[in-house]
């Protein structure tokens, strides 16, 4: 046992004495060769082929690249809306909407597959009806025919309806009501009587509105050129009153009135009343372009609507927030067409102004029942009663068409069918009847 342990140690012992040396070979040659160098490990091998290393430098690329952030819905909601935006300005010289830019078809409409032929206004001067985008010419030509007719009249008219700023036109109207109450007040006076066209009041509230020049001259003033004092060959421009207006200033009083109690003059919307025959065609309904079209004005302030929409997308927003944003949304059509299908089976169709509010649409229903005097509910699209009179037909959800269905009060006619005097035949006026088309 002794033996074997020390075997052991002399085994340990020799492995740890270093490198070994010749027997022939002294210490100091030991230290003077070189040591052997290891091999050099080798390269990876590269790429085999032209495809193996475009895919690897493409691949270097994408480690070296920061990965894309991925876009959240608010960054969804902005590209959307600027894509909107961009697309809608382009559209704008052209007054139309891009949604209805993209859907007008490149041909004439065809008016025999539309519900209604277009969206038409009637003068109340002259009692003509036009389309839509003929009825300011049809205003400006109806009120420069009644000049001849009534110059004071035509000029006041000009006034209100021709220059669409309400806040300049008030402050125009009270300037000239002042000139002439100064007048009335102050007859003897001549220096009332001339009105100095260069005053900086006058150029800043009155020569600026279209139908002054000629209100002032149907009134009985003249234009005169004045010498100015002290200046040779120099004259001023004013608005002097006749002399014979003088003798009638209660003229002049009733002419102010007219002015100041003026109203722009609006064509009214034509209803395009119709009657169709029973038809299961009731809820299917072709508008024309009429009805989507928006102004330069209604698209700008649709383009606001829309900005405005992006931040408060990127906030909470309340409930009342909310049913406000959802009003606004149905305030982006102007018309509606709306269709009533009576007990009978007949349709009445009319055009309504979107904003009207529901008391119009039965005013319109009740003018065409044989007995206006019964009461009668309307039941909208999803079969709820429309209560209350007062909201308007957008916020009632009936834009920009809806079939409705006309109904008896229930009581009322629980009384007639009691008293054995049930009406039978069409609850329409017989003239109405007349008109019955059938609904393609």
């Known amino acids: 046992m002794k033996k074997f342990f020390q075997e052991i140690k002399a085994d340990l012992k020799f492995k740890t004495a270093g490198p070994g040396q010749k027997l022939n070979e002294s210490p100091g040659e030991k230290s003077t060769k070189e040591k052997p160098k290891p091999d050099p490990p080798k390269c990876r091998q590269g790429p085999t082929n032209e495809a193996q290393m475009a895919a690897a430098a493409a691949l270097a690329r994408l480690e070296q690249k920061p990965k894309a952030r991925p876009l959240s819905s608010q960054d969804a909601i902005r590209n959307q809306v600027k894509k909107e935006l961009m697309a809608e300005a382009a559209a704008s010289d052209k007054g139309i909407s891009v949604d209805q830019k993209s859907s007008l078809p490149d041909v004439e409409e065809d008016l025999s597959t539309l519900s209604v032929s277009g969206v038409y206004f009637t ?8 389309r839509k985008d003929k009825r300011e010419m049809q205003i400006k030509s109806a009120i420069l025919e009644h000049t001849a007719r009534d110059p004071v009249a035509a000029s006041i008219m000009e006034i209100h309806t021709f ?8 402050l125009g109207v009270e300037t000239i009501a002042k000139y002439l109450d100064n007048i009335r007040l ?10 100095k066209m260069q005053n900086k009041v006058f150029q800043e509230r009155i020569h600026c509105l279209e139908g002054a020049d000629k209100f002032f001259q149907a009134i009985g003033f003249e ?11 120099a004259t001023e421009d004013f608005y002097m009153l006749k002399d014979k207006v003088l003798e009638k200033l209660e003229d002049l009083e009733e002419c102010k009135d007219k002015l100041l109690n003026g109203e722009p003059v609006r064509a009214q919307l034509d209803r395009q009343l119709q009657v169709f025959k029973p038809s299961p065609q009731a809820s299917h309904f072709e508008l024309p372009s009429d009805f989507f079209n928006l102004t330069a004005e209604e698209l700008r302030r649709e383009q606001r609507n829309r900005t405005d929409a992006v931040e408060k997308a990127s906030m909470l927003r309340t409930k009342a927030m909310r049913e406000k944003e959802e009003q606004r949304e149905l305030r982006r059509y102007n018309y509606t067409l709306l269709r009533i299908r009576f007990p009978d089976g007949y349709i009445l169709q009319g055009t309504f102004y979107a904003r009207e509010p529901v008391s119009t649409l039965f005013q319109f229903v009740r003018e065409a029942l044989q007995n206006d005097w019964l009461p009668f509910e309307l039941l909208a699209p999803g079969g709820h009663k429309l209560t209350d009179e007062s909201l308007a037909l957008n916020e009632c959800g009936l834009v920009p068409s809806a079939l409705l269905t006309f109904v008896w009060d229930a009581d009322v006619m629980a009384d007639i069918k009691a008293s054995g005097s049930e009406h039978v035949g069409s609850v329409l006026k017989p003239d109405l009847l007349l008109t019955v088309q059938i609904l393609s």
Do not use: S, W
């Open 163 to 170: 220059n669409r700023d309400r806040e300049k036109v008030r």
């Open 223 to 233: 234009k005169v050129a004045l010498d100015i004092t002290g200046q040779e060959e």
């Open 186 to 195: 102050h007859p003897e006076e001549e220096k009332y009587r001339k009105i």
């Open 123 to 130: 003068c109340p001067l002259t009692g003509v009806t036009v």
